[in-house]
């Protein structure tokens, strides 16, 4: 796959605890617009400012990326993160990508809730130099938190971040946790192969 041309890429990045059809749909609807060749999802192991927070094993939510992603010539998974030591700074990542695909055109699409933060990301200055930004949002997303959460950075790298609008984003991650952990259906908002994955693991149980 190297060697294969790719003007543009993307770079799908989030926790993926469960991954679910709101992270597909943006994932498609982010190639399609950006006319992307090719999407990389990329399962962090230890996203940087999760704290404590328990999540699943990095082989799990690996798994259930691969799954979820199989049907899509247009997706692959990578698991650079996961073979990285240390927190999973977005900056080494995106250098992976790079050199990987010398001149391509780097776009990193992940949850307008993480952007919000960006400022505080390791050297963010630098990641935006050398790609653009994704925020996909769920229906009813203030903009102006984005916003306001932008103001101090220089117009050139505010250029650099697009906003989607996912109306199917209403499904969440924590959502589907605590329906599995209720006993509660989550049959339609998830693939398939994920849902029979996380109940023979006993996941959020
Ligand atoms: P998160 O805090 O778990 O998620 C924040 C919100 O964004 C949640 O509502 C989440 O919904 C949504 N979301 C997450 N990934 C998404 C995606 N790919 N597409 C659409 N919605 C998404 O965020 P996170 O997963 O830890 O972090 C997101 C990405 O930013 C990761 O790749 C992480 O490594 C990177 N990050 C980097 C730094 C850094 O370099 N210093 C710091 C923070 C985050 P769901 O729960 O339904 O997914």
Not at 51 to 65: E, V
Not at 190 to 196: G, H
């Amino acid at each position: 796959m190297k060697n294969e041309l790719f003007e543009k890429i993307g770079i799908m990045g989030g926790t993926f605890d469960p991954i679910h059809y709101g992270h597909l749909v943006a994932a498609e609807g982010a190639r399609c617009h950006f006319g992307l060749d090719m999407v990389f999802f990329v399962p962090a192991a230890r996203p940087p400012h999760k704290g404590d927070r328990y999540i699943s094993h990095p082989s799990h939510r690996l798994d259930m990326t691969i799954l979820a992603t199989g049907s899509n010539p247009r997706f692959q998974v990578s698991d650079v993160e996961i073979r990285r030591s240390g927190p999973s700074y977005t900056i080494d990542t995106v250098f992976h990508f790079a050199r990987s695909w010398p001149g391509a055109l780097i776009y990193f699409i992940t949850g307008a809730d993480a952007i919000l933060e960006i400022l505080t990301w390791h050297r963010v200055e630098e990641l935006l130099d050398m790609c653009s930004f994704i925020a996909a949002t769920r229906p009813g997303y203030r903009l102006e938190n984005l916003a306001g959460s932008l103001q101090g950075l220089p117009s050139r790298y505010i250029e650099k971040i697009s906003v989607m609008e996912v109306p199917a984003l209403a499904i969440s991650s924590t959502d589907i946790r605590e329906r599995v952990k209720k006993g509660m259906p989550i049959k339609y908002l998830l693939p398939e192969k994920v849902e029979e994955y996380l109940y023979s693991k006993e996941l959020y149980i």
